[in-house]
């Protein structure tokens, strides 16, 4: 190796020790006891029961905002129909009168005629 500056074989070198470093040290590592696995997956089972827990709660959450959501939007259309419902309601209302009026003025006519008639039909007789 040279001073300050490594030539490649120097480098390929040393990233070869390094890798056969990190593989004996694998190896030579220890094979987990039953105990230490069941602790593992005890762990794992734990963080995925939050996980899922989280999850179901960030569910529930986001349905009852739907709901909401929904409940709000049936509410304004049930103002929404109610208020149609009243102005036709009015307008009908309107033209009832409107009928009413125009029936008793038609009968009053009719009415009127009817005594014409019959005062002409008393001076002829």
Same mark, same amino acid.
């Given at each position: 190796?040279?001073?300050k500056l490594p030539d490649h074989?120097?480098?390929?070198?040393?990233? =070869?020790?390094?890798? $056969? +470093?990190? %593989? !004996?040290?694998?190896?030579t590592a220890a094979e987990p006891t039953p105990e230490e696995l069941a602790?593992?997956?005890?762990r794992a089972a734990a963080a995925e029961e939050k996980r899922l827990a989280k999850l179901a709660a960030f569910a529930a959450k986001r349905e009852a905002q739907r709901q909401a959501a929904a409940d709000a939007r =049936?509410?304004?259309? $049930? +103002?929404? %129909? !109610?208020?149609?419902?009243?102005?036709i309601l009015s307008e009908e209302e309107e033209l009832a009168a409107?009928?009413?009026e125009r029936d008793a003025r038609y009968a009053a006519r009719k009415a009127?005629?009817?005594?014409?008639?019959?005062?002409?039909?008393a001076k002829r007789t």
């Open positions: 190796m040279g001073f074989k120097d480098r390929a070198a040393v990233a =070869a020790k390094a890798r $056969a +470093a990190a %593989l !004996e040290k694998f190896k602790a593992r997956d005890a =049936a509410a304004k259309e $049930a +103002a929404k %129909l !109610e208020a149609l419902n009243r102005i409107k009928k009413a009127a005629k009817s005594t014409a008639k019959a005062v002409k039909k």
